[in-house]
């Protein structure tokens, strides 16, 4: 018995020490394995993550800075970078010379476009002069003024002349609607003259107030009650359906409001391929059309 007790004393002290190695050594086996813990800082960003670019807000949203970077051209409508190039303006025959033109001065340089386009201006909207004669055509007169909000930095002597140029277009509203566009003076309009439509030149901010209850998101133009409210945003970047063309998009801008001035809704594109009539939301999709900013060649 003595000796028998002896010999498992001596014994117990080694299988303790097996275990204990084996221990040791399924430790180091993980370790070498599995590497040491993720930490935040490490952590790949995924789709889903809120801190991933995809959950960014995009720059042109209404909580951005007070002046908006433009985006590029394809992507100006939204100021998200839009994964579809701009669509070509489509032509279709027509029996009238003047509507073979693309809508485009004749070897008119296109204006670059801003760097930034401020969101708001001073607030305060002022009747300006528009220069030229008068309109010779025939039919029902609409009375219009040129207005501009103070402090967007643009000539207002060019701003109404281009919306002139557009009013009196032959393939504009005169010829479409038989109307006859009136120019209302400051001087006029100080009296108490009648206005039917005041084409408004407003910064994004203001033109979110004036478009109420519409909502405008600063991106986009409106008609609400007597004024056909440009947006500013619009005016100096354009839109991915005119692509860099400027100035073609200024013409499609202005007729659209006040067509909604004179009467006449939203409508659809009627064909692809065909152009699109002016009063398509041609800003948010030409729906298969191309690109027309007249209300006559449509």
């Excluded at 309009?189 to 209850?213: H, N, Q, Y």
């Excluded at 008609?223 to 359906?241: E, F, Q």
Aim: hydrophobic letters at 35%; aromatic letters at 4%; a positive charge.
């Amino acid at each position: 018995m003595p000796e028998r007790h002896t010999t498992h004393r001596r014994v117990w002290p080694r299988a303790a020490l097996c275990v204990l190695a084996a221990v040791a050594l399924v430790g180091a086996v993980f370790v070498a394995t599995h590497g040491p813990g993720i930490t935040p800082s490490s952590r790949a960003a995924s789709p889903s993550d809120p801190t991933s670019p995809s959950g960014a807000t995009p720059s042109s949203s209404p909580t951005s800075p007070s002046s908006s970077t433009p985006p590029s051209a394809a992507g100006r409508r939204s100021g998200a970078a839009s994964s579809s190039p701009a669509t070509a303006p489509t032509r279709s025959p027509s029996g009238d010379a003047a509507d073979e033109a693309d809508g485009s001065p004749s070897g008119a340089a296109l204006p670059a476009a801003p760097k930034s386009v401020p969101r708001k201006g001073d607030g305060t909207i002022s009747v300006v002069q528009v220069p030229g004669p008068a309109s010779t055509a025939s039919g029902r007169v609409v009375r219009y003024t040129m207005e501009i909000e103070g402090g967007l930095g643009v000539d207002p002597s060019k701003v109404a002349r281009t919306v002139r140029g557009v009013l009196l277009d032959p393939r504009g509203w005169q010829r479409k609607d038989q109307v006859r566009f009136v120019n209302v003076s400051p001087a006029q309009a100080a009296r108490g003259a009648k206005v039917d439509i005041r084409i408004t030149l407003a910064s994004p901010e203001l033109t979110d107030r004036l478009c109420l209850p519409l909502r405008t998101m600063s991106q986009v133009s409106c008609w609400n009650g007597t004024r056909s409210v440009l947006n500013l945003r619009r005016w100096m970047m354009g839109d991915d359906s005119y692509g860099d063309d400027v100035s073609r998009y200024r013409v499609y801008q202005v007729n659209h409001e006040v067509g909604h001035g004179l009467g006449h809704g939203h409508r659809s594109c009627p064909a692809a391929g065909r152009r699109a009539p002016v009063m398509v939301q041609q800003t948010l999709s030409l729906q298969g059309c191309g690109a027309w900013p007249h209300p006559v060649g449509a």
